[in-house]
């Protein structure tokens, strides 16, 4: 068998289960997350609810009346084992280019980390703006996207005294992650900029911007464009930040 991850099953209530696959941040890991999840759904199995893939987790809920925890856990190991001979065909994620304005009132803690880091913020956004970031999952809050890896250079700790409001569409950093607050709400990530682009539209279908998979490069505007692409239509700026289409 090749080198990966070995399951562990757990109880989520009586009508979900998670599984932990090996527990560390990283893309092999969170591949077998994906590639799992892919098989799961290609069997359309009965009883199956919905998905949810983490970092390194899966959660499945699923029809009480149909399964319980010890036959579906069952089931999913005997695919587990059989998944190295299969050929998975994953639908590659999508690819976005997403604005972001480091400027002044949007970066709250730009300066902070500047000072920390010994550099001008113009090498932190250099640094932000280097990577082309996987989405891990979406937690937190409704559509709050968790990217990584962080270039090591810009890792740093959570702010000691977390705010009580944390601005809607926020990019912040923390340890070796980058995410986007998709709501106004208390946080304790360092704050670094802001996108005009909403990760978290309701009325949209599929309300979240970003899903598990996709893949996303920042780019810096000024102010002068940040507010020109706030002012856009929604789906017009989403077809924008899109680079597949």
């Known amino acids: 068998m090749a080198d990966r991850s070995e399951l ?21 890991i969170n591949n077998e997350v994906l590639k799992l999840t892919h098989y799961l759904k290609s069997k359309n199995i009965e009883g199956i609810l919905y998905f949810i893939p983490a970092y390194c987790s899966l959660t499945i809920a699923f029809d009480g009346d149909k399964w319980n925890i010890p036959d ?8 587990w084992e059989k998944l190295d001979d299969q050929h998975i065909e994953i639908t590659p994620g999508r690819s976005w280019q997403i604005p972001i304005c480091y400027d002044g009132k949007y970066g709250l803690d730009l300066d902070k980390i500047s000072r920390e880091k010994k550099v001008d913020k113009s090498q932190i956004v250099d ?19 968790y990217l990584g ?21 926020s990019v912040a ?8 607050y998709p ?14 682009i909403p990760i978290f539209f309701p009325t949209a279908d599929p309300p979240f911007l970003f899903k598990c998979g996709d893949q996303v490069r920042f780019y810096p505007v000024t102010e002068k464009e940040y507010l020109e692409l706030q002012a856009m239509d929604y789906h ?3 077809a924008k930040c899109l680079e597949d289409e």
């Open 8 to 28: 562990n099953i757990y109880p989520l209530g009586d009508r979900a289960l998670v599984i932990n696959f090996d527990q560390k941040i990283n893309r092999k």
């Open 72 to 79: 579906l856990s069952e089931r999913i190991l005997r695919f």
């Open 149 to 169: 890896d962080l270039p090591e250079p810009l890792h740093c700790s959570r702010r000691t005294r977390p705010r009580t409001r944390v601005p809607a569409r």
């Open 127 to 145: 640094w932000h703006t280097s990577k082309i970031y996987s989405v891990y999952m979406l937690g937190f809050l409704p559509g709050f996207v």
């Open 173 to 180: 950093i923390a340890g070796a992650q980058t995410g986007i």
């Open 183 to 196: 709501l106004e709400a208390p946080g304790g990530w360092q704050v670094i900029g802001k996108t005009p």
């Open 236 to 238: 017009e700026l989403k």
